[in-house]
């Protein structure tokens, strides 16, 4: 999966990569990165949609945390990498 790029399922539907390779493509393009963050952490989808609204608001710090971290980013199901254009 991860040698390929996509999954075996449905392949072509999802493109999988780490975030320094996000970086070098970007960078070839001419653009410089701002921020690169997770979004999402796939190994918190089904304990998240299980709570209740109390109990997302006592994790929520934590999950905010995570997303607010460069250093997380590899662990994200999806990420975001903000450029600028020099």
Request: net charge neutral; with cysteine.
């Amino acid at each position: 999966m991860f040698n390929k790029g996509t999954g075996a399922q449905r392949p072509g539907l999802y493109f999988l990569t780490m975030p320094e390779e996000m970086e070098e493509a970007a960078s070839r393009h001419g653009l410089r990165k701002v921020k690169n963050l997770g979004t999402n952490f796939m190994f918190l989808f089904q304990r998240v949609n299980a709570m209740t609204d109390e109990e997302f608001e006592v994790r929520r710090p934590l999950y905010d945390f995570l997303t607010s971290y460069e250093s997380c980013t590899g662990m994200t199901g999806h990420a975001l990498l903000i450029c600028k254009k020099d």
